[in-house]
């Protein structure tokens, strides 16, 4: 199973950006999907979770910004980031659950300029 991440980039405060994540190989039933996300120096931190019926949850410090989404026909998540800001600044990673097996992505770099 390969997580692959991609959407990332370069912003100006305030813009936004979309954040998508696909599985492929033999994965089934996934029961969570979300995204972390990891600045230098700093411990991994949950952004946003969406589980297998659509509940979602979502770190304060995004909360009315972010939206986490997910397509189960495509094994895809998305995170659509709005009026993004500096401290937003940070590589993103999708994770996905499924079995109890966590699977992780690689990693997409969103910078956000001020």
């Known amino acids: 199973v390969q997580l692959q991440a991609s959407g990332g980039g370069l912003v100006q405060a305030g813009g936004s950006l979309r954040l998508s994540c696909t599985a492929s190989g033999n994965i089934f039933s996934i029961n969570v999907m979300g995204w972390y996300r990891q600045a230098p120096g700093k411990q991994r931190e949950l952004v946003a979770t969406?589980?297998?019926?659509?509940?979602?949850n979502y770190a304060d410090s995004v909360k009315g910004r972010f939206t986490v989404s997910r397509d189960n026909t495509k094994n895809t998540v998305y995170l659509q980031m709005n009026s993004l800001k500096a401290e937003d600044t940070s590589v993103y990673y999708c994770k996905f659950v499924s079995s109890l097996v966590n699977y992780w992505g690689q990693g997409t770099q969103v910078t956000v300029s001020s």
């Open positions: 969406i589980s297998s019926g659509g509940s979602t």
